[in-house]
């Protein structure tokens, strides 16, 4: 077995978090952080069998030969997860969020999404003033949700899930990137447009894609576009996070491996919180969500 030893994820110790306490449980459903690294692994798989066999992503060898989803931010990252404590083991893990607070970020490999995005707006003086003393960002990622649990009720367990977690850890604002499912940007032109005459991050912290990658969204004049349409074709995350008052950088880029079309998310924490945590009024619940959650890269 040493020839495939380079090949197991590098997964700190610290992530196992063996006393992470249960934010949301429901009949037999409950979320929580990753406690051990065979649960961290179980979401890499999850995400394995949605994105590369569901969705049909481009697997380098170690993912091919692990059957796992893995990157070098699982190292240190949070596993947020949605357990069926009616499964067997092995197959309990339904849905993952992957969670990266900024002060571990900025100890260790920045942000996944800087691969894509200038970030630099967020990392201002002023910005930092705007969040307020002693909180930070929250970058999200590899959302997935087994294809037997897409349903709103699931998905708001999750939610109110990282409502606990952006409580626990002072956070103001969450982003990462949302896809379209397609390589081709003309084949979602009308929405990347709507989302740009409507929803752009503004000026004092527009975050914009990177040169080399940068794909324009806006390509069609805000008096010319069918806004009925461009609205229907927004994948059902984007449209939720819509729905809680999201920002939409500047730029998409093209993620070949995953086969997508990404725009970067920016989301402010009060509306979220106000929404699904429980220590706030919880009649309005906001997931349109009846089809497949689609990843958050």
Not at 58 to 77: G, S
Not at 80 to 87: E, S
Request: net charge neutral; hydrophobic share 40%.
């Amino acid at each position: 077995m040493k020839k495939y030893a380079m090949i197991r994820p590098r997964i700190a110790a610290a992530q196992a978090m063996a006393g992470a306490p249960s934010y949301v449980r429901q009949g037999s459903l409950e979320v929580r952080l990753a406690r051990s690294l065979k649960e961290i692994k179980s979401a890499q798989k999850l995400r394995y069998n949605i994105f590369y066999e569901e969705m049909h992503a481009k697997p380098d060898w170690r993912m091919r030969m692990t059957k796992r989803d893995i990157d070098n931010y699982d190292i240190f990252c949070d596993h947020l997860l949605v357990i069926d404590h009616d499964r067997p083991k092995a197959k309990r893990i339904v849905g993952t969020y992957r969670l990266l607070r900024q002060e571990v970020a900025t100890a260790h490999d920045g942000f996944y999404s800087s691969g894509e995005y200038n970030l630099a707006p967020l990392m201002t003086d002023s910005f930092g003033e705007q969040m307020g003393e002693g909180r930070q960002l929250l970058e999200l990622g590899r959302s997935c949700v087994h294809k037997d649990y897409r349903a709103n009720s699931t998905i708001n367990m999750l939610w109110k899930g990282i409502a606990e977690y952006l409580k626990e850890h002072n956070i103001a604002y969450m982003f990462g990137c949302a896809s379209f499912e397609t390589t081709d940007p003309a084949e979602c032109k009308e929405a990347m447009a709507y989302l740009y005459h409507n929803y752009l991050v503004p000026d004092d912290f527009k975050v914009r894609a990177l040169d080399g990658q940068f794909v324009e969204m806006n390509t069609i004049a805000a008096e010319d576009l069918n806004v009925r349409q461009a609205r229907r074709s927004l994948p059902p995350l984007i449209k939720g996070y819509l729905r809680i008052g999201c920002f939409i950088g500047d730029g998409a880029v093209i993620d070949e491996q995953f086969g997508t079309t990404d725009v970067f998310v920016l989301l402010p924490v009060e509306k979220i919180a106000k929404r699904y945590s429980k220590h706030y009024d919880l009649k309005t619940e906001a997931n349109d969500t009846d089809t497949a959650i689609t990843a958050v890269q």
